[in-house]
């Protein structure tokens, strides 16, 4: 068992989780009480519904990846396309890079970016 991508499973499907919960809470929920939106399609309510969608479809991409990822740790390295794990990499080391930069730090998300992207590169 590749424990590097079991960690980086679970830390992916937990960022997943908190990013929808909190997203919803801390984010959506506020910013639909301000009614601040435009229009989509001729009503508020559409463009309410893309937005919320549209959030949680990120946690979704994140499940997808950690199930990827979590099959990936429990079979012979010899049987891993590692040309998905090379994408991987890139991919999360990339979003940390953008967070940590793009927001100098200022928001702590690319932490576990950079956990994921070593447990990636290690793995």
């Known amino acids: 068992m590749n424990y590097y991508l079991v960690c980086a499973g679970s830390l992916i499907a937990l960022m997943g989780l908190s990013h929808s919960y909190y997203g919803e809470k801390k984010i959506l929920i506020p910013l639909f009480l301000k009614d601040g939106l435009p229009p989509l399609m001729g009503n508020r309510e559409m463009a309410r519904l893309i937005v919320r969608f549209t959030w949680h479809l990120s946690t979704l991409f994140m499940l997808g ?58 793995g």
Not at 99 to 109: C, Q
């Open 65 to 122: 990846i950690a199930a990827i990822l979590f099959h990936y740790a429990t079979i012979p390295r010899a049987e891993i396309h590692d040309q998905v794990l090379e994408i991987l990499r890139i991919t999360f080391s990339a979003c940390f890079l953008l967070i940590l930069f793009g927001i100098r730090g200022r928001y702590l998300s690319w932490v576990p970016f950079l956990l994921i992207s070593l447990f990636l590169w290690f």
